[in-house]
Nanobody, 122 residues
Framework: EVQLVESGGGLVQPGGSLRLSCAAS????????MGWFRQAPGKEREGVAT???????NYADSVKGRFTISRDNAKKIVYLQMNSLKPEDSGKYYC????????????????WGQGTQVTVSS
């Protein structure tokens, strides 16, 4: 059974930091590109960051310089380090996996997690 389990969300003040984790199981992790997406209430889901099998990364303009995606193939975990958080970063963050990086860049994925909530508020 394929599972993507996100953790690390919570309530943080503006300017603060969080690190999200996504633990993968049930598929060959190092053969997949991974991504983080988010969705705020009343808004469409948007891509935040993606990482290819070889470690190449891509970020949404809104998070460049503040967020860092990384992966640990041995542990089958993908991380999202989020710094200098803003209220507009609030939303449910989802982990996703696909063999094709281009599909992730288009917002498509074979596997999705259940999400973890991030709230940035004073």
């Amino acid at each position: 059974e394929v599972q993507l389990v996100e953790s690390g969300g919570g309530l943080v003040q503006p300017g603060g930091s969080l690190r999200l984790s996504c633990a993968a199981s049930g598929f060959t992790f190092n053969e997949y590109s991974m991504g983080w997406f988010r969705q705020a209430p009343g808004k469409e889901r948007e891509g935040v960051a993606t990482i290819e099998r070889d470690g190449n990364t891509n970020y949404a303009d809104s998070v460049k310089g503040r967020f860092t995606i990384s992966r640990d193939n041995a542990k089958k975990i993908v991380y999202l380090q989020m710094n200098s958080l803003k209220p507009e970063d609030s939303g449910k963050y989802y982990c996703a996996a696909d063999r094709t990086w281009a599909r992730l860049l288009r917002g498509q994925a074979t596997y999705w997690g259940q999400g973890t909530q991030v709230t940035v508020s004073s």
